[in-house]
């Protein structure tokens, strides 16, 4: 079946720069969301790319390559309050249901 | 508009009872999700409503459970009988559904999840 792959943890410090890429299984795909979770809290909507290129929204951005079937969360100028788990989650044979999300990657940022 | 609503927030019972849980999508919106959350599995989708008919219950794990939406307004989630494996934390979603081409908006709202236990 489908599956994404993206990094475990990651860790940074305030005011920097962190990329968290995410691969996926290219057949059926139809888009590539993100998503932010904080402990204890419900995942919220970050951003969803269709096509390739890059969406920026404000402090985040997505990047999409379909060609590599390839994409990434950019977040800069982090903040304390960035520290959350970010799920890539892609669709598969449409555009919506069978959301299929990864296991998550674990950003810690330190001051 | 208060988001999607989830009840219980919390729920514990023992292994072989049967568990109900409860949502409330956000009015308006044609796509109801039900996923489970587990350190071990991730983020699982269970089954997904279009317009209040099942789409896909292919992430349904057994036939214990089950999950009906009687009308746009509400969902329910159904364990019978529940096991200690079935301890997760358990979402819903809605979405407004734009249909159609590459660039179709995409978000699903999450709601606060219930957070089942089993012994």
């Known amino acids: 079946g489908q599956s994404l792959e993206q990094p475990s943890e990651v860790t940074a410090v305030e005011g920097a720069i962190v990329q968290i890429n995410c691969t996926y299984q290219?057949?059926?795909?139809?888009?590539l969301s993100w998503y932010q979770q904080h402990d204890g809290g419900a995942p919220t909507f970050l951003s969803y790319?269709?096509?390739?290129g890059l969406e920026e929204t404000g402090r985040f951005s997505s990047f999409l390559s379909r060609s590599d079937s390839y994409g990434y969360l950019l977040l800069q100028e982090l903040q304390m309050k960035d520290s959350a788990s970010y799920f890539c989650?892609?669709?598969?044979?449409?555009?919506?249901?069978?959301?299929?999300f990864g296991k998550g990657t674990k950003l810690s940022v330190k001051p | 508009d208060a988001g999607v609503i989830q009840s219980p927030r919390h729920e514990v019972t023992e292994m072989g009872q049967e568990v109900t849980l409860r949502c409330k999508p956000i009015s308006g919106h044609d796509y109801l999700f039900w996923y489970r959350q587990t350190m071990m599995r991730g983020l699982e989708l269970l089954i997904y409503?279009?317009?209040?008919?099942?789409?896909?219950d292919s992430g349904m794990p057994e036939d214990r459970f089950s999950a009906k939406m009687p009308n746009a307004s509400f969902s329910t989630l159904k364990i019978q009988p529940s096991e200690p494996r079935d301890s997760a934390v358990y979402f819903c979603?809605?979405?407004?559904?734009?249909?159609?081409?590459?660039?179709?908006?995409?978000?699903?709202?999450f709601g606060p999840g219930t957070r089942l236990t089993v012994l």
């Open positions: 989650a892609a669709n598969y044979g449409g555009s919506q249901g069978n959301l299929i």
């Open positions: 409503f279009n317009n209040n008919v099942p789409i896909d």
């Open positions: 790319n269709a096509l390739d």
């Open positions: 979603a809605s979405s407004p559904g734009v249909a159609g081409g590459p660039s179709s908006y995409n978000e699903q709202f």
């Open positions: 290219t057949s059926g795909f139809y888009g």
